[in-house]
């Protein structure tokens, strides 16, 4: 009887950590920029030779996945919905890398596992589940993204943008925050 108990708990045991595992990577692959989607795949194009790209740029998204009310004694959990605009009507944008960081300055994951190409005036976007008690990110209140892109002929900043949204009781919170341009102080 012991023995056959050991091995359902062991079994159990087995299973528990299958489950985790593939929640865990479950949450890891949500938080990229889904570039299978008919949505996306309309939104990007054939990425140019990298030989070709004569302007590579950077830009900071500041991200919240809380904010403290009551004098910090109440923490409002938020999620963010996150686009990416290219805003040139008539030059197509590389992404080669977008990152998202804790407050540490701890890289929690690449939203962009491979470079692509958004299309003029195309949109791609995403949600980053912030809250640290549905899917423990450590994203915190100092969570960022830092996007890296590139082109072949001068364009406009591209726009990322999150939309930050989150409730308490009866209250409802939401705000933008908008990307930055990365510039070297001299």
């Keep these: 009887m012991r023995m056959k108990t050991t091995f359902w708990v062991a079994l159990f045991g087995l299973f528990l950590q299958a489950f985790i595992g593939l929640t865990a990577q ?4 949500a938080l990229r920029f889904d570039l299978n989607s ?4 309309a939104a990007i ?3 140019p030779a990298e030989s070709r790209l004569s302007i590579k740029k950077q830009s900071y998204l500041p991200l919240y996945s809380s904010v403290a009310l009551g004098g910090g004694a109440t923490l409002v959990h938020l999620g963010a919905n996150v686009t990416l605009r290219n805003i040139s009507p008539d030059q197509p944008l590389v992404i080669s890398s977008a990152r998202y960081f804790d407050r540490s300055g701890e890289l929690v994951a690449e939203l962009a596992v491979q470079p692509f ?18 899917v423990g990110l450590r994203g915190g209140r100092g ?13 406009p900043e591209p726009m990322l943008e999150a939309l930050v949204l989150g409730s308490s009781g009866p209250a409802s919170f939401s705000f933008t925050s908008r990307s930055q341009p990365v510039r070297m102080a001299q």
């Excluded at 479950?26 to 692959?29: F, I, P, T, V």
């Excluded at 190409?117 to 549905?134: D, G, N, R, V, W």
Aim: proline share 7%; charged share 20%.
């Design 117 to 134: 190409t958004l299309k003029p005036m195309a949109t791609i976007e995403m949600f980053i589940p912030i809250t640290e008690q549905s």
């Design 26 to 29: 479950a949450a890891d692959n």
């Design 45 to 47: 194009t054939e990425n």
């Design 143 to 155: 969570g960022s993204i830092l996007l890296d892109w590139a082109a072949v002929a001068p364009v």
């Design 38 to 41: 008919d949505r996306a795949k």
